[in-house]
């Protein structure tokens, strides 16, 4: 039987190495445009609105975790790649206002416009989307290998909370 390979299916042969540098995010006080900055550049604090924009600072999960569960899992083993990002609200008036996936190679940007939604599906192809093994979910082994991979939520009252790709799990194997 002749193995079939998807078109988004990583032809690297070992894990690729995080080209994409850090990002910054930065929001308009006015009109409320973000700007996502990448970090090696050196260029002065964008402006919008005639004004300086803000810069989000970034908060770890263990910082909300009483307002939001977050969460992720990798899944679709070599041919269809996925990053899973979960979330729970716990408290009211507490939404998320869009995810950012950086990945080994860019980022991309997800907003969300249905507050019922509880997950989104980030698609992954090319290096990204190398993976050691066939597991469908991951195993989260001691390979990790999105680790340099992190997850932007933007929670309501401009909470940005970071999220690496670093989960192992110690009983993967049973």
Known sequence: MEQQFSPSRSRATSKPHVVCPPVLFYECGCCKNLF???TGW???????CNQKMSLLEVVSPQ????EVKLDYKIMGGY???VVVVEWEIQVEDLAVKWIYLKTFTGGMIK?????????F???LADE???VYCDEDPCLECTFRCKRGFEIYI?????KLVKLPLDKMTANWHS
């Open 154 to 158: 933007l929670l309501t009252g401009n």
């Open 121 to 123: 599906r980030f698609a």
């Open 36 to 38: 996502q900055q990448l």
């Open 128 to 130: 990204d989307s190398y």
């Open 79 to 81: 041919n269809e790649n």
């Open 111 to 119: 907003y969300v416009d249905n507050l019922q939604k509880k997950s």
């Open 63 to 66: 910082m909300v975790k009483n």
């Open 42 to 48: 050196k260029i002065a604090p964008p402006q919008c």
